[in-house]
Protein backbone atom coordinates (compact mmCIF):
# COMPACT_ATOMS: atom_id res chain seq x y z
CA UNK A 1 0.00 0.00 0.00
CA UNK A 2 1.66 3.37 -0.87
CA UNK A 3 2.27 5.53 1.68
CA UNK A 4 3.68 9.21 1.26
CA UNK A 5 5.29 11.60 4.08
CA UNK A 6 6.04 15.08 4.27
CA UNK A 7 9.37 16.26 6.15
CA UNK A 8 9.39 18.77 7.62
CA UNK A 9 5.60 18.88 9.46
CA UNK A 10 6.38 22.67 9.51
CA UNK A 11 8.79 25.00 8.55
CA UNK A 12 9.36 29.11 9.22
CA UNK A 13 11.77 31.05 7.16
CA UNK A 14 12.36 34.77 6.61
CA UNK A 15 11.00 36.33 3.96
CA UNK A 16 13.71 35.47 1.05
CA UNK A 17 15.22 32.65 1.51
CA UNK A 18 15.23 29.78 -1.02
CA UNK A 19 13.21 26.61 0.74
CA UNK A 20 13.28 22.90 0.09
CA UNK A 21 10.27 20.64 1.67
CA UNK A 22 10.37 16.96 1.07
CA UNK A 23 8.09 14.35 -0.14
CA UNK A 24 9.09 10.21 0.04
CA UNK A 25 6.83 7.74 -1.04
CA UNK A 26 7.24 3.85 -0.23
CA UNK A 27 6.03 2.37 -3.88
CA UNK A 28 8.51 3.52 -6.14
CA UNK A 29 5.43 2.38 -9.41
CA UNK A 30 3.84 5.76 -9.87
CA UNK A 31 2.56 7.33 -13.09
CA UNK A 32 2.89 10.95 -11.35
CA UNK A 33 3.45 13.18 -8.54
CA UNK A 34 1.38 16.02 -8.07
CA UNK A 35 2.72 19.20 -5.88
CA UNK A 36 -0.33 21.34 -3.85
CA UNK A 37 -0.77 24.29 -2.08
CA UNK A 38 -3.68 24.54 1.05
CA UNK A 39 -4.64 27.77 2.62
CA UNK A 40 -6.65 27.59 5.75
CA UNK A 41 -10.12 25.86 5.12
CA UNK A 42 -10.13 26.35 1.53
CA UNK A 43 -9.58 23.80 -1.91
CA UNK A 44 -6.52 22.60 -3.15
CA UNK A 45 -4.25 24.48 -5.80
CA UNK A 46 -2.10 22.68 -8.04
CA UNK A 47 1.45 23.64 -8.50
CA UNK A 48 3.55 20.97 -10.32
CA UNK A 49 2.92 17.64 -11.92
CA UNK A 50 5.94 14.86 -13.11
CA UNK A 51 5.36 12.58 -14.99
CA UNK A 52 7.15 9.32 -13.79
CA UNK A 53 9.08 9.67 -17.27
CA UNK A 54 10.48 13.20 -15.72
CA UNK A 55 12.96 14.37 -13.43
CA UNK A 56 11.47 17.94 -12.65
CA UNK A 57 9.50 20.58 -13.55
CA UNK A 58 9.75 24.74 -13.22
CA UNK A 59 6.58 27.15 -12.78
CA UNK A 60 8.00 30.48 -11.95
CA UNK A 61 9.69 30.28 -8.59
CA UNK A 62 8.96 26.56 -8.00
CA UNK A 63 10.86 23.25 -9.16
CA UNK A 64 9.94 19.98 -8.14
CA UNK A 65 12.33 17.51 -8.85
CA UNK A 66 11.08 13.62 -9.09
CA UNK A 67 13.86 10.65 -7.90
CA UNK A 68 11.56 7.69 -8.49
CA UNK A 69 14.03 4.63 -7.48
CA UNK A 70 14.49 6.12 -4.30
CA UNK A 71 11.11 7.61 -3.69
CA UNK A 72 11.88 10.65 -3.32
CA UNK A 73 10.46 14.56 -4.51
CA UNK A 74 11.42 17.77 -3.46
CA UNK A 75 9.75 21.27 -3.92
CA UNK A 76 12.47 23.76 -4.21
CA UNK A 77 11.01 27.34 -3.50
CA UNK A 78 13.48 30.46 -4.46
CA UNK A 79 13.46 33.73 -2.67
CA UNK A 80 10.27 33.42 -0.09
CA UNK A 81 7.67 35.54 0.20
CA UNK A 82 5.00 35.84 2.86
CA UNK A 83 2.09 35.06 0.34
CA UNK A 84 3.57 31.64 0.10
CA UNK A 85 2.77 30.96 3.50
CA UNK A 86 0.30 27.77 3.33
CA UNK A 87 0.23 23.88 3.26
CA UNK A 88 1.84 22.48 0.54
CA UNK A 89 1.16 19.13 -0.33
CA UNK A 90 2.43 16.31 -2.17
CA UNK A 91 0.65 13.33 -3.91
CA UNK A 92 1.26 10.50 -6.01
CA UNK A 93 -0.94 8.84 -8.24
CA UNK A 94 -0.43 5.35 -8.14
CA UNK A 95 -1.47 3.98 -11.65
CA UNK A 96 -3.33 7.13 -13.06
CA UNK A 97 -6.64 6.42 -11.68
CA UNK A 98 -6.22 8.52 -7.89
CA UNK A 99 -3.79 10.38 -5.58
CA UNK A 100 -2.51 9.24 -2.34
CA UNK A 101 -1.48 12.28 -0.02
CA UNK A 102 1.14 13.14 2.60
CA UNK A 103 0.07 15.06 5.68
CA UNK A 104 1.85 18.07 4.28
CA UNK A 105 4.31 20.77 5.35
CA UNK A 106 3.03 24.23 6.79
CA UNK A 107 4.89 26.89 5.50
CA UNK A 108 5.28 30.49 7.23
CA UNK A 109 7.58 33.03 5.42
CA UNK A 110 7.57 35.96 7.70
CA UNK A 111 7.90 39.43 6.73
CA UNK B 1 -9.96 30.25 -15.57
CA UNK B 2 -12.00 27.30 -15.45
CA UNK B 3 -13.33 26.05 -11.97
CA UNK B 4 -14.81 23.35 -10.22
CA UNK B 5 -17.76 24.64 -8.00
CA UNK B 6 -19.27 23.20 -5.24
CA UNK B 7 -21.72 24.15 -3.07
CA UNK B 8 -22.90 24.67 -0.14
CA UNK B 9 -19.46 25.79 1.37
CA UNK B 10 -20.58 24.78 4.97
CA UNK B 11 -23.41 22.10 5.91
CA UNK B 12 -24.67 21.11 9.35
CA UNK B 13 -27.01 18.50 9.80
CA UNK B 14 -28.42 16.07 12.30
CA UNK B 15 -26.97 12.20 12.79
CA UNK B 16 -28.92 9.92 10.97
CA UNK B 17 -30.01 12.55 7.96
CA UNK B 18 -28.82 12.00 4.61
CA UNK B 19 -26.99 14.53 2.75
CA UNK B 20 -26.06 15.92 -0.51
CA UNK B 21 -22.95 17.61 -1.68
CA UNK B 22 -22.97 19.07 -5.27
CA UNK B 23 -20.20 19.60 -7.66
CA UNK B 24 -20.10 21.37 -10.75
CA UNK B 25 -16.83 19.98 -12.66
CA UNK B 26 -15.20 21.63 -15.45
CA UNK B 27 -17.14 21.53 -18.58
CA UNK B 28 -15.11 19.60 -20.69
CA UNK B 29 -13.64 17.28 -18.01
CA UNK B 30 -14.29 13.43 -18.19
CA UNK B 31 -12.80 11.99 -14.60
CA UNK B 32 -14.69 12.90 -11.78
CA UNK B 33 -13.21 12.70 -8.22
CA UNK B 34 -14.66 12.92 -4.40
CA UNK B 35 -12.20 13.29 -1.76
CA UNK B 36 -12.58 13.85 2.18
CA UNK B 37 -10.09 15.66 4.53
CA UNK B 38 -10.79 14.97 8.20
CA UNK B 39 -9.42 17.66 10.73
CA UNK B 40 -6.24 17.52 11.22
CA UNK B 41 -5.73 14.65 8.69
CA UNK B 42 -4.59 13.67 5.50
CA UNK B 43 -6.69 14.43 2.33
CA UNK B 44 -8.15 10.55 1.46
CA UNK B 45 -9.50 9.37 -1.66
CA UNK B 46 -13.25 8.15 -2.24
CA UNK B 47 -14.40 7.81 -5.31
CA UNK B 48 -13.36 8.17 -8.85
CA UNK B 49 -16.34 8.34 -11.63
CA UNK B 50 -15.82 7.86 -15.19
CA UNK B 51 -18.56 7.41 -18.51
CA UNK B 52 -21.24 7.25 -16.11
CA UNK B 53 -19.89 4.98 -13.41
CA UNK B 54 -17.69 4.18 -10.41
CA UNK B 55 -14.29 3.33 -11.93
CA UNK B 56 -12.90 2.91 -8.10
CA UNK B 57 -14.06 3.29 -4.37
CA UNK B 58 -12.21 3.27 -1.48
CA UNK B 59 -12.65 1.13 1.63
CA UNK B 60 -14.18 4.85 3.36
CA UNK B 61 -17.06 4.40 0.39
CA UNK B 62 -19.20 1.81 1.97
CA UNK B 63 -23.09 1.17 1.30
CA UNK B 64 -23.75 4.20 2.83
CA UNK B 65 -22.14 6.96 0.29
CA UNK B 66 -23.53 6.95 -3.73
CA UNK B 67 -22.58 9.33 -6.04
CA UNK B 68 -24.78 10.28 -9.09
CA UNK B 69 -24.13 12.50 -12.43
CA UNK B 70 -27.70 13.32 -13.00
CA UNK B 71 -27.07 15.53 -16.07
CA UNK B 72 -24.57 17.03 -18.28
CA UNK B 73 -23.35 19.27 -15.36
CA UNK B 74 -23.46 18.12 -12.00
CA UNK B 75 -21.79 15.49 -10.13
CA UNK B 76 -23.41 14.73 -6.45
CA UNK B 77 -22.23 12.80 -3.06
CA UNK B 78 -24.94 11.68 -0.89
CA UNK B 79 -24.59 10.29 2.54
CA UNK B 80 -27.65 8.22 3.11
CA UNK B 81 -27.03 8.36 7.12
CA UNK B 82 -25.11 10.77 8.79
CA UNK B 83 -22.52 9.61 11.21
CA UNK B 84 -20.41 12.04 13.64
CA UNK B 85 -17.23 10.41 12.00
CA UNK B 86 -18.46 11.58 7.99
CA UNK B 87 -17.72 15.06 9.73
CA UNK B 88 -15.00 16.26 7.34
CA UNK B 89 -14.21 18.51 4.01
CA UNK B 90 -15.60 16.90 1.35
CA UNK B 91 -13.51 18.30 -2.10
CA UNK B 92 -14.83 17.28 -5.60
CA UNK B 93 -12.29 16.95 -8.42
CA UNK B 94 -12.25 16.62 -12.01
CA UNK B 95 -10.14 16.23 -15.12
CA UNK B 96 -10.48 16.20 -19.04
CA UNK B 97 -8.58 12.97 -19.02
CA UNK B 98 -6.41 10.08 -17.08
CA UNK B 99 -2.66 11.17 -15.73
CA UNK B 100 -3.24 15.26 -15.95
CA UNK B 101 -3.38 17.64 -13.47
CA UNK B 102 -6.75 17.43 -11.15
CA UNK B 103 -8.77 20.62 -10.65
CA UNK B 104 -10.09 20.58 -6.70
CA UNK B 105 -13.52 22.51 -5.75
CA UNK B 106 -13.14 25.01 -2.58
CA UNK B 107 -14.41 22.08 -0.57
CA UNK B 108 -17.67 21.96 1.74
CA UNK B 109 -17.57 21.28 5.21
CA UNK B 110 -19.56 19.37 6.62
CA UNK B 111 -20.89 19.14 10.10
CA UNK B 112 -22.48 15.94 11.95
CA UNK B 113 -23.97 16.78 15.13
Known amino acids: KQEVTQIPAALSVPEGENLVLNCSFTDSAIYNLQWFRQDPGKGLTSLLLIQSSQREQTSGRLNASLDKSSGRSTLYIAASQPGDSATYLCAVDPYGNKLVFGAGTILRVKS | EPEVTQTPSHQVTQMGQEVILRCVPISNHLYFYWYRQILGQKVEFLVS????????KSEIFDDQFSVERPDGSNFTLKIRSTKLEDSAMYFC???????????FGSGTRLTVV
Open chain 2, 93 to 103: ASRWRDRVFYT
Open chain 2, 49 to 56: FYNNEISE
